[in-house]
């Protein structure tokens, strides 16, 4: 089966859906309890039926814990938009605030862009997989739920190669920090869950303490390129391929 995204749906149990279950005990039921596959890896890599069953829940609308080659990051698939709308809400992202996504590659990057400007093909190309971030123009197929009105969608293509999985099998996903708004991020799956009790799919890879990504917008029609935060990956180095100094923002 294919989705609306182009990237090929695993089949799966019909009526499958992973959000919440009932636990029986004796007389008393409990109900809205996670139905949670969690993923305790000693490889930085997902095994083939990992990244299936992985994608089966994505897509049944599964809010994820998962690591980037930052921090963890919490997210769901971007063109979903019901998910999206529940992982705002968890998160308690202001309405006037996007959400960034990874991608796999960028293949991805550009079929959810609006304009890929050379620059950004020389950055993907150069800093990609890696913790650049680039704000590009955003394309028509991206829903109001994940721009929040903004014209340019952040995205990157990490080194993590259970994100870019991920990825690849369900295409983008909503990259936010695992935190809730205002506090700072987790560093670890069982605190990212205790934030996102709702996340019904998680990958542990151990603690995570990251500088966060570099972010550079792009997306100006004009051509300017600004520094819209340092991050780990050093300006010089970015404006060393690009052979043109970034402005402020």
Known sequence: MISDNGAARPLGREGHRVRSRSIKGGDCTIPGVPDRKRYNLNTPELAPEQEREAAERLFDGALAIYPTDT??????????????????????????????????????????????PPTAQRLAEVFWPGPLTLLVPAGSNLSRELLAGSASIAMRAPASRIARALARSVGPLVSTSANLAAEPPCRTVDLALAAFPLATLAFDIGPLDGEPSTIVDVSDPSGRLSLVRAGRVEVQAIEAALGVPLLPR
């Open 71 to 116: 921090l963890y990051a919490v997210g769901c698939r971007a063109l979903d938009e019901a998910a999206v709308r529940r992982l705002r809400e968890a998160k308690g992202r202001e309405a006037l605030k996007p959400l960034p996504v990874i991608v796999a590659d960028i293949a991805q990057a550009r079929s959810i862009s609006g304009a890929w």
